[in-house]
T-cell receptor
Framework: DQQVKQNSPSLSVQEGRISILNCDYTNSMFDYFLWYKKYPAEGPTFLISISSIKDKNEDGRFTVFLNKSAKHLSLHIVPSQPGDSAVYFCAALNAGNMLTFGGGTRLMVKP | ETGVTQTPRHLVMGMTNKKSLKCEQHLGHNAMYWYKQSAKKPLELMFVYSLEERVENNSVPSRFSPECPNSSHLFLHLHTLQPEDSALYLC????????????FGPGTRLTVL
């Protein structure tokens, strides 16, 4: 059973608009969440994270929101740029420092 | 050279072959990981080493055998693999503490014929 789920396999957004990528989790023991970005032929690279004691973390164009009661987090990218086109993975950490990844969402930003 | 490197980047092997994947990190990290990414499936954690000791093995078949000779190097020895083992194998490292960000290598694309 997948403990971290990204239900949208792909998302297409116009340049300059907002991209919203969603992630749901089932394990209430997760206490730290991360977003990774992956280009083809490269390993995932860390993008932004949030601790479970917060509900929002912002870094430039990227903002992650956490709704613990709903076990839901989202990544907002605004404004979206063509270079943001990649696969985005949501990941959750438990106390044992074990990352559990979602299946990824492929974001396509059209010029 | 910096970051996490993996060799080879691509590997094609038969089911009776024995091969090894290599990962090297130049970040001074204490923990290293092997992940498997199959098509249309989430990244799966295979092995975790912390300070060269294995701390996690997610029920990986014995045809995958990890080795961590020191904190900078991690190997994944492969033998008698199956076609369904074809996937992207990613290595990662982290400083070692909880909430540490993991830094990934580029991966090895493995095809088992």
């Amino acid at each position: 059973d997948q403990q971290v789920k990204q239900n949208s396999p792909s998302l297409s957004v116009q340049e300059g608009r907002i991209s919203i990528l969603n992630c749901d989790y089932t394990n209430s023991m997760f206490d730290y969440f991360l977003w990774y970005k992956k280009y083809p032929a490269e390993g995932p690279t860390f993008l932004i994270s949030i601790s479970s004691i917060k509900d929002k973390n912002e870094d430039g164009r990227f903002t992650v929101f956490l709704n613990k009661s709903a076990k839901h987090l989202s990544l907002h990218i605004v404004p979206s740029q063509p270079g943001d086109s990649a696969v985005y993975f949501c990941a959750a950490l438990n106390a044992g420092n074990m990352l559990t990844f979602g299946g990824g969402t492929r974001l396509m930003v059209k010029p | 050279e910096t970051g996490v490197t993996q060799t080879p980047r691509h590997l094609v092997m038969g089911m009776t072959n024995k091969k090894s994947l290599k990962c090297e990190q130049h970040l001074g990290h204490n923990a290293m990981y092997w992940y498997k990414q199959s098509a249309k499936k989430p990244l799966e954690l295979m092995f975790v080493y912390s300070l060269e000791e294995r701390v996690e093995n997610n029920s990986v078949p014995s045809r995958f055998s990890p080795e961590c000779p020191n904190s900078s190097h991690l190997f994944l020895h492969l033998h008698t693999l199956q076609p369904e083992d074809s996937a992207l194998y990613l290595c990662a490292s982290s400083p070692g503490g909880h909430t540490d960000t993991q830094y990934f290598g580029p991966g090895t694309r493995l095809t088992v014929l």
